[in-house]
Every structure is written in C-alpha cells, then in structure tokens.
DNA sequence: GAAACCTGAGCGTGATATGAA
DNA sequence: GTTCATATCACGCTCAGGTTT
C-alpha cells in the first residue's frame, strides 16, 4: 500500500529528487521534461517514470527566472463584461499555438486598472492585451515606452510605437444597422447610446452620418443610455410615450436593448410590429430564440486572433530588431445578424 | 530632457542596478523595496528614488522562487458564469487583506479543469479555490493530499484532510421558496431543475421535501432544466401548456427564471397573476426594475470570504503542524428576496 | 545593545561547455 | 561525427549571519 510517495518532507520535490531517483544528472532531467533532444529513449523513460512516481512538476517561475523569454502574454479585463470572457476565450485559443501563456488579472471593485497592470509587469509577462481599458491615453503611452501593448475596443489617438488597437469598426456597424432599418422602409430612427463606453462615440457617429447621408437628418434622435438593460430600460421608458414615437431603435448594444424590449412588451408596443429595434454585439442574448434579438455582430475570435497576433508580432519582431510592422489601427469589420426583431413599418 | 532613462542596455533592471546607482548593497535595496526595517531613513529615501529614475520593479518570479511561502492562492473559475465573476469580486477583496495574492485560471473551451489547475500548481499556489469544479470526486481527493483545496458550491461527499466545501444551502433556499408560495396559497408548484449543475441536487431535493412537508406530495413536478436562459424557456413552453397549469414555478436559477418569464409573457400568461415566478442567486438580473425577480439569494460575499478564510486558515495551520481546524462541510443559509413575480393565485 | 549596512549562499531551473561512448 | 550524459554557472531575489558604527 504505496500511501504517500517518497517525496523529500513537506518539501515539492525538485529536478534534483527526480535525478537522484532516476540516477541521472539534473541537467539530463531538465532535458527530458522540456522534451528537449540530447537524452536516450530509455533513459527518458526511465526518468519520466521517476518524475511520475514522486510527484514532480516543474517549477514555472524558476522556470522563467532561468529562461530571458517568458512567453507570458498579461491579459487585463473586466469582471463584469460577459464581452470580455468571450475575448478571452478567443485569447487562449489564440495563444495556446502561438507557443504563449496567458497571465489574466482582473480589475474589479477596488482593484483598479493600475493594480491590474502592476500585477502582470511583476510577473514578467513580455506583452500587455488590455480589454476595453479605461486609463488615461498618457498611461498607456507610458506603458507602451515598455512593452508591447495592444488595446481592445477602446480607440486611441496617439500612435506610440509598441502600441496597438484592435476594435470593431463601430461606426460602420451603425451604420449598417441604419441602412438596414432605411431598406424596410423606416425614416424615424431613434439610437440609445452607450455614454462615454469604449466604442460609443464611434456608433453615435456612424449612427448620426447614415441617417444623414439618407436625408434623414431631422429625424435624428440620441439618447442617454448605457451598457446595461437599466439603462435600455430608462430610455425605452422616454421612447414609449414620446410622440410621434421612433419606428425603430437601435440600442448601443444586446444588454441595452434587452431593456428595452422588455419596456416595451410591457408598454405594449409591439416589436417588431410597432418598433423595430436592433442590438450590437450578437451576444449569447441575442441569439436566445426567446430573444431573437436583429444585431450588428462583432468578430469576436478574430478580434482575438489579431490582439495576440499582434502582441506575438511586436514581440518577435523586437527581437529581430527590426520595426517595419506598422503601428497602428486594427479594426475589424462588424457584420449585421438579422433576427426577429426588425420589419416594415406600420 | 531624459529621453530614457539610463537603464542597462535592454535588460529589465534588477536590484543590483538599484544598488549601484544608490550606491548600496543589494540586500539592502530589498530591504527598502520590501519595506522591512533594517535601513535608515535618508538611505531609504535614496533608494526608492533610484529605482524610481531605473523603473526598477520587482520580479515576482525570482521572489518568489526565493521565499518559501509563495503566498499566492490559485482559484479555477468559469468564463460563461456570471456567478464566478461576482465571486471573484469578492475573493479579490478578501484575500488582499489576509496578505495574499490571486493567481486566476479560466476554464475555457479547449482548457478544461485539468489544465487549469495544473498552470496554478506550476506556479506554486499555495492553495487551491475550485468554483464549480466538475472534476471527479477522486481528483479532487488526490489534490487535496497535495495542498488545500477549498471547492465552492460544489458539494462532496469525501471528508478529506485539506478538502473543505463552502457552499449555500440549497436544499434550505428552495424549503425557502415553496414555502413562500405555499404562504401565499399556492399548491401546485412545479420545478425546473438545473440537471447536474452544482447545487441542482440539493435545490431539487429541498423542492421535494419542502412540498411533502407541507402535504403537497401529489403536487410535485420536476421538469427538466438547466442553468440559461434557453432552458428555462423550453420549460416554460411545456408549463404554459399544460393542464392543469401550476400557479408558481421555482426555476434552478434566475437565468432560467427569466427564460420562463420571458415565454410566459409572449404566450399571454401573466406574472405573478396567473403564474408566480420564483428564480434563485439574487443576480444582477433579478434586480433589475423590468425583471424585478423573486429569488433565493445566495450571500456571494460571505462564500468568498470563508473559501479564502478556510484556504488560510488551512495553510497557517499547516505551518503551525497542527490539525486543530475542522475540515469539512461549510454551508452557507440563503435569504429569500421577495419582489414582483410572486402574488396569490386566482 | 541596537541600528545600519554588507557578505555569501542558495531557491529550482536552463544553457553552455565539455567529455565519453 | 553523432549521440548521450555531466559539471558548472547564472537568472533575480531573500535570508541568515556577519561587521561596523
């Protein structure tokens, strides 16, 4: 009855208990868990099946402390935004062939972005991936000075080399949203946006340059909203008894909206029969069939992909010593998802 | 005008750089970086300015690989579990206190448990927090002979040393919710489960021994369910046309609350008039004016802070050889929070 | 004796240099 | 020349134990 393994007391066992249970040298250890070429097929099992028996791991940070690359790519994001756990799902499948780990830190109540990144620098990541990040266009410059940093969905002027941008082309989301609306044959289209949000400006701006490039003009109506149902909710509330009323809304994003379709089922305005409303992002939500929400879908994975694809390139590039990947604007293109909640108009 | 800083070529600075700019010893440089006394306060002061002027950080790695304790507790959580975020909100927020760290590691699409577990133990968690864990019982087990693992809101039967569970009395929180319905004079109360989902169990069996309790054995219907929104509203369609119809439905959780909310009200079934609804965790969606969900709270808050408190408690223990602390079962009451889906029938 | 500072060793790896079959 | 194996050092830091005021 082998109840505990021979591990050295209390102690994680080490390349040199392995060694010594193996009767090799550390350095011939070392070789064989890295899968590194210079052992014999035997003596490889051999020592495998003598890291097996006592349990041994390698050790991550003595590990990284050794090796000058760390192929830690740091990843901040919000806690609080489902978008975020579907870009880091894209992350770590992105990462994962790229031969890169990924370091998360999260930002939540009282851990701000600045201890976020703080974080991940002390812990050797050689790139930040920053999801929707909020701090102040200096700072980001400053970390930039650094290490390779790449900003997802929030847009920034400053074009600092080492930094980077991957976001949705926002405005051309709009943008199709409203040609779509204007085809049914709607002209009265009211747009909730999303406040100072990553990414509002862009699709309060696309939604305000359709409308008028389909002479609508007049007909453009903002409101305050937000990212959340409430915030739909608050809106749709000032919508329902406006007169005349909009015949389509479209929503800053899929949680906005969901508030407002709520609102207005309850109102009993009947959508898409008296309004037409339409969401963004294409989240889970809005492909419930119980929601069936009409959407601009952003490309998630492929805003994945580019953000480590970047980060990866600025990082083997440095290497090399050379700079001719150009800094800069990544934006994807977005993709309307039409659904059940856009007609005609009445 | 300091372009850059005269840092050495490339390198990240280290301690030795900050020594010789101030022209001290590196030991004693990690003294002030530390904060631990032994330096004066002028030497102090000329310190902390050099590394300042070097951008000097610690590297968490190599103290780490130095200092026995790592200090740092591993927590595995979900990216799709709106629940898990809140939790880490709060395990954040309690460990930070306790002079711990958070090492986060997501369970994704192609990451699964093992793999994210095994990244924690690589980087020398002290201890691990498992929220959800789905591993096999026997996993779990064989971890736990290796460090503490503490597995929130799943709950195991084996009673190892270093294996505790902290999770919300389920079975206690639907006794909670029939017998809030059952006050307001419902009788035929039906159930959508959560199928093998943590806590479904106990929520399935509190339902039943809750209904026979209070003489309503014949009442009871179990429909199957799960944790979305898209399970709930399949439910829904089963319950908006059955006959007879029950007047209140508990659902597994307010996720699946609001699919069934949702169904209700496109098939023209009232809430709470023709049927009370009755969701579970007190999400964010529930609190929402347009959803205003009747639920079982789950006190997030204080699960986070007894799986960190147990984690701690585990590790200092060890520390002191001592067996003392009770290894087992926490268990968490939860708190009916009663809004506007719940009324007496008709 | 205490406070301020330094020296030296070693944490667990990976890479290089070197040697033996 | 190739394959397999070893010895040795360095990574950046902390800590125990000195030495000096």
Redesign the pocket.
């Known amino acids: 009855m082998p109840a505990t393994p021979a591990v050295p007391a209390g ?2 066992p ?3 208990d392995v060694a010594a249970r193996a009767g ?5 250890v ?2 064989v ?2 899968g590194a ?5 035997a ?1 490889r099992e051999r020592v495998l099946e003598a890291a097996r028996e006592i349990g041994y791991r ?2 991550a940070r ?2 990284l ?3 000058h690359r760390s192929h830690l790519l740091g990843v901040q994001f919000g806690l609080q935004h489902p978008f975020h756990s579907d870009l880091l799902e894209g992350i770590y499948a992105a990462a994962e062939p790229a031969g890169y780990q990924v370091a998360l830190s999260a930002v939540a109540a009282g851990r701000g972005e600045q201890r976020a990144v703080e974080t991940l620098l002390a812990d050797r990541c050689e790139a930040l991936i920053l999801l929707g990040p909020q701090a102040p266009a200096a700072r980001l410059t400053e970390l930039a000075r650094q290490l390779p940093v790449v900003s997802v969905a929030r847009r920034l002027r400053a074009s600092v080399p080492g930094l980077e941008v991957v976001r949705t082309a926002d405005d051309e989301g709009a943008r199709q949203a409203v040609d779509h609306l204007v085809a049914l044959g709607h002209r009265d289209i009211a747009h909730i946006d999303g406040g100072r949000a990553p990414g509002a400006a862009d699709r309060r701006r696309g939604y305000r340059t359709a409308m008028n490039r389909h002479g609508l003009g007049e007909y453009i109506r903002v409101l305050p909203g937000g990212l959340t149902e409430e915030d739909g909710a608050a809106a749709a509330r000032t919508l329902a008894a406006a007169r005349p009323r909009p015949t389509a809304v479209l929503a800053f994003n899929d949680r906005c909206a969901t508030g407002v379709l709520d609102v207005f089922l309850r109102s009993g305005v009947a959508v898409p029969g008296d309004v037409s409303v339409v969401g963004f992002d294409d989240s889970h939500l809005a492909r419930l069939a119980h929601i069936n929400l009409t959407t601009v879908g952003q490309d998630i994975t492929r805003l994945a992909e580019l953000a480590v694809g970047r980060a990866v390139a600025r990082l083997e590039s440095d290497d090399l010593e050379s700079d001719e990947t150009a800094v800069g604007d990544h934006v994807i293109a977005p993709h309307l998802v039409v659904r059940g909640t856009t007609a005609p108009p009445r």
């Not at 090799?24 to 011939?28: G, P, R």
């Open positions: 102690r994680r080490t390349l040199a090799v040298s550390t350095a011939l070392s070789i868990m890295r070429k210079g052992a014999g097929a003596t390698p050790d003595a590990r402390l050794r090796s």
